[in-house]
């Protein structure tokens, strides 16, 4: 079957990747389509450490075709949105409704594939950019067959990440003031997070000003250049409609400087939420003074989701109308074409792009 390897250094499309069969309490999966996240250019350039040769894609959606011993809640057939999390559902973490704390989610390098005889690594419990994939049941969330792949194949990451922020992790209320910084996947994701949970003002943030009109479509009420100015511009700007200062910022882009940026920018009492990966190993700094008015540096891993809570609510919110998803599909793009999809990405030219795997 074909496949997006990261191997060598190098991406590689390739056709004779192959996928071992479920085991007890798996699923195999026909991906349809794959969002192309940031964390999958993490992989190649470094910024996330990871053994090769590795299946990328991390943000799918598909078709069940085979079901494991002892799965039970899925049929062959479903249409479902894979999650990243694989978590064990029976620890402490689990039984709170906190998956994204089991410590079964993180650190294990599961290798379902086979590339020319080697095993080859599957990303983020994944391995979106290939025909099929198999993953632990609960990672698969089913979900209402009139949902289009394209869109829904950015729930698992992108949708998750950004608009969990805001209802899970920084529970933000009426009228609250907020920053979101970076206006990728993620912040747009953020953006409307914070417009359905009626946060005002919300500042958009980005050294891009072909971000704007994305921006206030998906419900920032302004936004600020900061290819224009420097730190202290945009602090004069926010300060214009915050003179205090917001009650949140969000840092969706992973550098040290815009991490201390969005601390720098809270009002008394205000949380800063950190959501952008930089590279392993890289600190940030901040004036500890600052704190001691109440401010909250926060943390924030996969949205602090719970898949099979928050899934069902984003696609119950996208049919009613108020969440936007097909907005976020920019471009759909054969697997072959995986590095124009990157390098649109890097010009900014997509809030996603969406790989067309198979077809239903």
């Known amino acids: 079957m074909k496949g997006i390897v990261f191997a060598d250094r190098a991406l590689h499309v390739v056709d004779d990747l192959t996928v071992r069969d479920p085991r007890p309490g798996e699923v195999r ?49 479903d249409h479902v949105v894979i999650s990243t999390l694989g978590n064990c559902g029976a620890c402490a973490a689990c039984d709170s409704g906190r998956p994204t704390h089991c410590r079964a989610t993180f650190g294990k390098m599961s290798a379902p594939f ?56 920084a529970k933000v209320s009426h009228g609250q003031s907020s920053v979101v910084i970076g206006v990728g996947g993620i912040g747009l994701n953020v953006i409307q997070g914070l417009a359905l949970s009626d946060a005002l003002p919300i500042i958009a943030i980005d050294a891009n000003p072909k971000k704007r009109d994305l921006a206030l479509q998906f419900g920032a009420t302004h936004f ?79 949205g602090a989701g719970r898949p099979h809570k928050d899934i069902p609510l984003f696609v119950d919110l996208y049919r009613a109308g108020r969440l936007k998803l097909d907005e976020l599909v920019t471009r759909t793009y054969p697997l072959a074409d995986i590095q124009q999809t990157l390098d649109d990405m890097h010009h900014g030219d997509l809030a996603r792009g969406v790989l067309q795997v198979t077809e239903a």
């Open 114 to 169: 086979k590339l020319g005889g080697e095993r080859a690594f599957q990303f983020a419990n994944i391995g979106a950019f290939a025909e099929e994939t198999v993953v632990k049941a609960g990672q698969a969330v089913k979900i209402h067959d009139d949902v289009p792949f394209e869109v829904a194949s950015l729930l698992g990451c992108g949708v998750i990440t950004g608009v969990g922020a805001v209802f899970n992790r």
């Open 224 to 302: 600020i250049d900061a290819s224009a100015t420097d730190a202290d511009g945009v602090a004069a700007q926010v300060k214009e409609l915050c003179p205090n200062g917001v009650d949140f910022s969000f840092e969706c882009v992973g550098h040290p400087g815009l991490i201390r940026q969005a601390i720098d920018l809270l009002d008394w009492g205000g949380t800063a939420v950190i959501l952008g990966v930089p590279k392993l190993g890289t600190e940030a700094s901040f004036m500890v003074h600052g704190l001691y008015n109440d401010k909250t540096i926060m943390g924030c891993r996969y």
């Open 29 to 77: 999966i026909q991906i349809v389509r794959a969002g192309v996240c940031h964390s999958d250019v993490s992989v190649v350039d470094g910024t996330i450490p990871f053994p090769t040769p590795v299946v990328l894609g991390h943000e799918g959606a598909g078709i069940v075709t085979e079901l494991g011993e002892g799965v039970s809640g899925l049929a062959v057939g």
